[in-house]
């Protein structure tokens, strides 16, 4: 059980690093938030549900159920917020008249 | 185990380091908020490490709710408060675009 | 109808949240979840009337989750594969595609449902018809527009 949380884990590392990484290399603000809107969503998820896993594993009282549901449920409502802040952030572009990046203006 | 969590911690906030890249140089203001948003992220993950850090878990993980609550409402403010005030965004259409109001 | 299952879904959060059940805190949870629902019972069933049919939708929608998981893992690798190649090899673009999806409900999801698969971002829904959609690269195109996402959408909340 605590292998499968380390697993868990250091995938979820991973992801937030691949977030990170596209958050400082991607050319334009649209394509920035393909990168970390969801890469962190799913980061966060997995961090989350490893540390669950993780309390879960020194015994089962109501006390760590409760801890873990907790969790969970922190990692359920960043699934439900975090798409929702990036659809209002390209729809704040949107309407500011940000153009998105297109592969032939690339010699601008 | 308290290390694996201590190291992990640090990755993330070595992360935070380089997504404040974007925050402080980003081109446009909304650079900045989907920096301060994907910040807020990582630091709802940090606490709770830091809850299993401390083994008080139980009092971190109500911490990390209040967080990411915040956090939501903090990006959700800030996107309708810019999306009104266009003139901020640089390279926007402001001034030779239809109009003032959206 | 509609008071009872809005106090039923507060209360069960507010157990799950405060963690104590002696009766001085319940007693709390009853009270301050009764006055919220009296403000705010129109929020969570918008269409005035609570059906039964919510719950199985809520249930099939259960069911649709790890298909969803399954789907954002396999594009998330997409998307990492794009961020860590040298050359970085993007051609974003944004489309428009007509949906035969009209419930609100079902149109939430699946707006959410693509902005949560890596790749594709909803920018706009036009008139409840037309979705605007910026994507990453061809693939990630081609396979929202398989429509199979949408598919799915539908058997959820009954629109066949």
């Given at each position: 059980?605590?292998?499968l949380?380390?697993?868990?884990?250091?995938?979820?590392?991973?992801?937030?690093?691949?977030a990170?990484?596209?958050?400082?290399?991607?050319?334009?603000f649209?394509?920035?938030?393909?990168a970390?809107?969801k890469?962190d969503?799913?980061?966060?998820?997995?961090?989350?549900?490893?540390?669950?896993?993780?309390?879960?594993?020194?015994g089962?009282?109501?006390?760590?159920?409760?801890v873990s549901?907790?969790?969970l449920?922190?990692a359920?409502?960043?699934?439900i917020?975090?798409p929702t802040a990036?659809?209002?952030?390209?729809?704040?572009g949107?309407?500011?008249g940000?153009?998105?990046?297109?592969?032939?203006?690339?010699?601008? | 185990?308290?290390?694996?969590?201590?190291?992990?911690?640090?990755?993330l906030?070595f992360?935070?380091?380089?997504?404040?890249?974007?925050?402080?140089?980003g081109?446009?203001?909304l650079?900045?908020i989907?920096?301060?948003?994907?910040i807020?992220t990582?630091?709802?993950?940090?606490?709770a490490?830091?809850?299993?850090?401390?083994?008080?878990?139980?009092?971190?993980?109500d911490?990390?709710?209040?967080?990411?609550?915040?956090?939501?409402?903090?990006t959700l403010?800030?996107?309708k408060?810019?999306?009104?005030?266009?003139?901020?965004?640089?390279?926007?259409?402001?001034?030779?675009?239809?109009?003032?109001?959206? | 109808?509609k008071y009872?299952?809005?106090?039923?879904?507060l209360?069960v959060n507010w157990l799950?949240?405060s963690?104590?059940?002696?009766?001085?805190?319940?007693?709390?949870g009853?009270?301050?979840?009764?006055?919220?629902?009296f403000?705010?019972?129109d929020?969570?069933f918008?269409?005035?009337?609570?059906?039964?049919?919510?719950?199985?939708?809520?249930?099939?929608?259960?069911?649709?989750?790890?298909?969803?998981?399954?789907?954002?893992?396999l594009s998330?690798?997409h998307?990492?594969?794009?961020?860590l190649?040298?050359?970085?090899?993007?051609?974003?673009?944004?489309?428009?595609f007509?949906?035969?999806l009209?419930k609100?409900?079902?149109?939430?999801?699946?707006a959410?449902?693509?902005?949560?698969?890596?790749?594709t971002?909803?920018?706009?829904?036009?008139d409840?018809?037309?979705?605007?959609?910026?994507c990453i690269?061809?693939?990630?195109?081609d396979?929202l527009?398989?429509?199979?996402?949408e598919?799915?959408?539908?058997?959820?909340?009954?629109?066949e």
């Amino acid at each position: 059980m605590i292998m499968l949380s380390v697993i868990l884990i250091i995938t979820g590392v991973f992801f937030f690093f691949t977030a990170t990484f596209g958050l400082l290399r991607f050319p334009d603000f649209y394509s920035r938030l393909q990168a970390t809107g969801k890469g962190d969503t799913l980061g966060s998820l997995l961090v989350l549900a490893g540390l669950a896993l993780y309390n879960l594993s020194n015994g089962i009282s109501l006390a760590s159920v409760l801890v873990s549901v907790k969790l969970l449920l922190i990692a359920v409502f960043i699934f439900i917020a975090n798409p929702t802040a990036t659809h209002a952030l390209t729809r704040a572009g949107q309407d500011a008249g940000v153009e998105p990046w297109t592969k032939e203006d690339k010699t601008r | 185990m308290e290390n694996f969590f201590l190291i992990t911690s640090l990755i993330l906030g070595f992360l935070v380091i380089f997504s404040l890249y974007r925050g402080v140089f980003g081109p446009t203001v909304l650079d900045r908020i989907v920096s301060v948003g994907v910040i807020g992220t990582k630091t709802t993950v940090i606490l709770a490490l830091l809850g299993f850090i401390y083994g008080r878990i139980d009092m971190f993980v109500d911490i990390c709710l209040a967080y990411a609550l915040l956090n939501f409402i903090t990006t959700l403010a800030a996107a309708k408060f810019f999306r009104v005030r266009k003139s901020i965004v640089p390279g926007s259409k402001f001034l030779n675009d239809k109009g003032t109001d959206l | 109808m509609k008071y009872i299952a809005t106090f039923l879904i507060l209360f069960v959060n507010w157990l799950i949240w405060s963690g104590m059940f002696d009766s001085f805190h319940m007693s709390l949870g009853v009270i301050s979840c009764a006055i919220v629902t009296f403000m705010s019972h129109d929020l969570f069933f918008a269409s005035g009337q609570f059906h039964f049919r919510y719950i199985t939708e809520f249930i099939r929608f259960v069911l649709y989750i790890p298909w969803l998981l399954y789907q954002i893992i396999l594009s998330n690798i997409h998307v990492a594969y794009l961020v860590l190649h040298p050359k970085m090899p993007i051609e974003p673009s944004i489309i428009t595609f007509k949906t035969t999806l009209k419930k609100d409900m079902s149109l939430v999801a699946f707006a959410n449902s693509i902005t949560l698969t890596p790749g594709t971002i909803t920018m706009d829904i036009q008139d409840g018809k037309y979705f605007v959609i910026h994507c990453i690269s061809r693939k990630v195109a081609d396979d929202l527009l398989s429509g199979e996402m949408e598919r799915k959408i539908a058997r959820i909340f009954g629109e066949e």
